[in-house]
């Protein structure tokens, strides 16, 4: 799956959980930021707000976010930054 593919998914992920509703939408935020930025061609910012969302949830991590779905969550955002870059 290509970037925009694997970013769906993880704001489909976040949407679908039962997570409190405020980190919820916090999260979906800053993954819809992502997207948009890269719709628009800005790889780098969309690297910088996925970062953002990877920095939210360590925050939340086995607090507001489950500590198994906040390391699934990190994992598929920097899988996705992986993409971005080429690495």
Same mark, same amino acid.
């Given at each position: 799956p290509c970037p925009f593919e694997k970013l769906e998914? &993880? @704001?489909?992920?976040?949407a679908a959980s039962n997570l409190p509703?405020?980190?919820? %939408?916090?999260l979906i935020a800053t993954l819809d930021a992502a &997207? #948009?930025?890269?719709? #628009?061609?800005n790889t780098a910012l969309a690297? %910088?707000?996925l970062g953002a969302f990877i920095n939210q949830v360590k925050a939340q991590r086995g607090k507001a976010i489950p500590?198994?779905?906040?390391?699934? &969550? @990190? &994992?598929?955002a920097e899988e996705i930054i992986a993409m971005l870059w080429g690495t």
């Open positions: 998914d &993880l @704001i489909e992920a976040v509703h405020g980190t919820k %939408n916090s &997207l #948009r930025s890269l719709e #628009r061609g690297v %910088n707000q500590a198994m779905f906040a390391d699934a &969550l @990190i &994992l598929a």
